[in-house]
């Protein structure tokens, strides 16, 4: 009797032994469940945070090359309309900015992760930052444009007003090369010589307008390159290169000869 009660209690021992290997398999199969399903989540976030690194690289790369290029002292040597066209042409490449930042935003709100995480991030910081540094960027870059556009429209209406100087001074030189002196009657010669000084005067008169015209273009091409500098979002060495007056190029066209040339040759 004993014998099979000792059976007996094996019998049941192992029964239970039993349920605990099956309780313990259960267990560790949602253990590997558990595992796996967080394995994936874990990768999925790797691969949306590797897709966020990369369109976070792609904006900074596109924002420093503007920041690069406004900044360089060579842009700031080029005259008011190239400068002008410059900016505007930086304009348009700024507009890949808004589906850059569109392509950041989304993969941020792709990240399988609490939002207090995602929030503290390092790279979401830096997406946050460069998308405030873009937009700033556009604006400050649209803020030169208008400068510069005002400028040009003035420089223009100068050179014009140059131009309409440099015509007169050409009749009035015609003038003078075109009337034959007159030898046989001494009051004509003093008429035509005092006709002739009259019109050396007028044209010394449109050289010191035309000159005092060359200073108000070199005065507004410093004054529109220093305010564009101004509003430069990043500082480089050699920036102050932009302050240097206009090269003769810059400027209209030489002027024409001396009135005393034309005297001298009346005189000849």
Same mark, same amino acid.
């Given at each position: 009797?004993?014998?099979?009660?000792?059976?007996? %209690?094996?019998?049941?021992?192992?029964?239970?032994?039993?349920?605990?290997?099956?309780?313990?398999?259960?267990?560790t199969?949602?253990?590997?469940?558990?595992?796996?399903?967080?394995?994936? /989540?874990?990768?999925?976030?790797a691969?949306?945070?590797?897709?966020?690194e990369?369109?976070?690289?792609?904006?900074?790369?596109?924002?420093?090359?503007?920041?690069?290029?406004?900044?360089?002292?060579?842009?700031?040597?080029l005259?008011?309309?190239?400068?002008?066209?410059?900016?505007?042409r930086?304009?348009?490449?700024?507009e890949?900015?808004?589906?850059?930042? %569109? @392509?950041?935003?989304?993969?941020?709100?792709?990240?399988?992760?609490?939002?207090?995480?995602?929030?503290?991030?390092?790279?979401?910081?830096?997406?946050?930052?460069?998308?405030?540094?873009?937009?700033?960027?556009?604006?400050?870059?649209?803020?030169?444009?208008?400068?510069?556009?005002? @400028?040009?429209?003035?420089?223009?209406?100068?050179?014009?007003?140059?131009?309409?100087?440099?015509?007169?001074?050409?009749?009035?030189?015609?003038?003078?090369?075109?009337?034959?002196?007159?030898?046989?009657?001494?009051?004509?010669?003093?008429?035509?010589?005092?006709?002739?000084?009259?019109?050396?005067?007028?044209?010394?008169?449109?050289?010191?307008?035309?000159?005092?015209?060359?200073?108000?273009?070199?005065?507004?091409?410093?004054?529109?390159?220093h305010?564009?500098?101004?509003l430069?979002?990043?500082?480089?060495?050699?920036?102050?290169?932009?302050?240097?007056?206009?090269?003769?190029?810059?400027?209209? /066209?030489?002027?024409? @000869?001396?009135?005393?040339?034309?005297?001298?040759?009346?005189?000849?």
């Amino acid at each position: 009797m004993r014998e099979r009660e000792g059976q007996l %209690a094996d019998v049941l021992q192992t029964e239970g032994w039993s349920q605990q290997v099956k309780h313990l398999s259960r267990r560790t199969e949602e253990l590997q469940q558990t595992a796996k399903t967080r394995l994936q /989540s874990l990768q999925d976030a790797a691969k949306d945070m590797l897709r966020l690194e990369a369109e976070v690289k792609s904006l900074h790369a596109a924002v420093d090359q503007i920041q690069v290029t406004l900044a360089s002292p060579d842009l700031n040597k080029l005259s008011l309309r190239e400068q002008l066209t410059q900016r505007q042409r930086l304009l348009v490449e700024m507009e890949g900015f808004k589906q850059q930042v %569109a @392509a950041v935003q989304q993969c941020q709100s792709a990240l399988r992760l609490p939002e207090e995480v995602v929030a503290s991030l390092p790279i979401c910081r830096t997406a946050q930052s460069l998308q405030q540094e873009a937009s700033q960027l556009q604006h400050t870059t649209i803020q030169q444009c208008n400068i510069l556009q005002e @400028a040009v429209v003035q420089y223009e209406q100068y050179e014009q007003e140059v131009k309409n100087l440099q015509r007169l001074i050409e009749e009035a030189h015609r003038i003078i090369q075109d009337r034959p002196v007159s030898t046989s009657n001494i009051q004509e010669l003093q008429a035509q010589i005092h006709h002739h000084e009259e019109l050396a005067q007028k044209i010394r008169g449109y050289q010191e307008q035309i000159a005092s015209l060359h200073s108000k273009c070199k005065m507004l091409t410093v004054k529109a390159k220093h305010a564009t500098m101004l509003l430069t979002v990043s500082e480089v060495e050699g920036l102050s290169d932009g302050m240097e007056e206009l090269s003769d190029e810059e400027l209209p /066209s030489a002027l024409p @000869a001396h009135p005393s040339v034309v005297m001298l040759r009346l005189q000849d």
